[in-house]
């Protein structure tokens, strides 16, 4: 049976989304852009500026900052989230390196915290996805980054199955795996060794190692990656330093959110 859905929200969150794409959109563009009458845009504009979700510069909609409101509530909403920001901060600063927390929400991955140290920054990386400060918020595709595949390793086939299903593998770079086979075995290959690599394969010249990072129950929460170029992820400190590393920091994660849990029931 076909899942029922209010059709009025779809219409407001198409708007949303648009004027986001767009950097901002004036009535006329998102007509342009939309397959929906121009009055009905209008409405939905007015009631959303009305509630703050929306800001408008002379003619241009931007999106409101309410939304940072709801965004910081979400992240920070579940203990483990929380204690995740902390482990990736202390885990930067100790390598030098990137490293984020990503989440998989609706069959993609997404980034909730992030640490950048001074001598991270990859370029090539941060136009990729964001001009902003703090790339936060940012959808990946799971099978391209580490931390995606990290999280689908500890899936049922079938939520797998789902996945790709849903979002494909399309290509990112010239190393990214497209063939549906070869990502299957992939994944059993991260499951036997407990990390997940990503070489070049959402950027050139960016290599990745990735955790997933496991509830008292033994549900996937999200996973911790440690990112950097690849002329300094060499040899032995790409395949066997920087994963033992993760794997340390990820095992003290996790012992703190099941401490964190049982604390709660006391």
Known sequence: MAKQTAKTTKRSLAVINTIQKLGGATLDELTGELEIARSTIHL?????????????????YHIGLRFLNHGEYARSRKKAYTLAKQTVTELSDRIDEEVEFVVENDNRGILVHESFHPDSHFPSKERHISTAPSSAGIYYYLHSVATGKAILAELPDERVEAVLDDRGLPRQTAHTITDQDDFIRELEQIRDRGVAFADEEYVDGLREVGRRVTGPDGSVLGAIAIIGPK??????????????????????LETEISDSYLDDYR
């Open 44 to 60: 939905h504009l007015q009631t959303l500026l009305e509630e703050g979700y929306l800001t408008k510069e002379g003619a241009v």
């Open 231 to 252: 002329y300094r992820f060499t040899d032995e400190r790409y395949t066997t330093e920087l994963p033992e590393i993760l794997i340390e920091y990820v095992d003290d």
